[in-house]
């Protein structure tokens, strides 16, 4: 594998754990108000968020030192897609079809960056 396909491969591994992080996170707050600070690290939930969050981060720097930033940055946009359909999917959100316009035009310039 190329050092180009590596990065490209650990850069969606990025994407989809910031994703999955955010889903976690959300599951672990979902219908609750008024907790402390401290209490939010009670949830499982929150805990599983920041292990994907740390994932992610790791990811992220290893495919900083690979690729250029002005290319990998613009790519991480593909998380809001991924939640989307997640938030749909898990949590029963309705999504407009104005919102996934807006993410088909995320996907289409994504795509359009991605082949520079």
Same mark, same amino acid.
């Given at each position: 594998?190329?050092?180009?396909?590596?990065?490209?491969?650990?850069?969606?591994?990025?994407?989809?754990?910031?994703?999955?992080?955010?889903?976690?996170?959300?599951?672990? =707050?979902?219908?609750?108000?008024?907790?402390?600070?401290?209490?939010?690290?009670?949830?499982?939930?929150?805990?599983?968020? #920041?292990?994907?969050?740390? #994932?992610?981060?790791?990811?992220?720097?290893? @495919?900083?030192?690979?690729?250029?930033?002005?290319?990998?940055?613009?790519?991480?946009? #593909?998380?809001?897609?991924?939640?989307?359909?997640?938030?749909?999917? @898990?949590?029963?959100?309705?999504?407009?079809?104005? =919102?996934?316009?807006?993410?088909?035009?995320?996907? @289409?310039? @994504?795509?359009? #960056?991605?082949?520079?």
């Amino acid at each position: 594998m190329t050092v180009k396909k590596a990065a490209m491969a650990v850069l969606l591994l990025t994407v989809v754990s910031n994703a999955i992080g955010q889903v976690f996170f959300k599951a672990a =707050h979902s219908g609750i108000s008024g907790e402390s600070f401290l209490s939010l690290f009670t949830h499982y939930q929150t805990w599983l968020g #920041l292990i994907f969050y740390g #994932l992610s981060a790791v990811c992220w720097l290893w @495919v900083l030192s690979r690729a250029q930033l002005s290319f990998a940055y613009p790519i991480l946009a #593909l998380s809001y897609p991924i939640v989307v359909a997640l938030s749909a999917w @898990v949590f029963s959100e309705i999504v407009t079809p104005l =919102h996934w316009l807006g993410v088909i035009v995320i996907v @289409v310039g @994504v795509s359009m #960056l991605s082949r520079t």
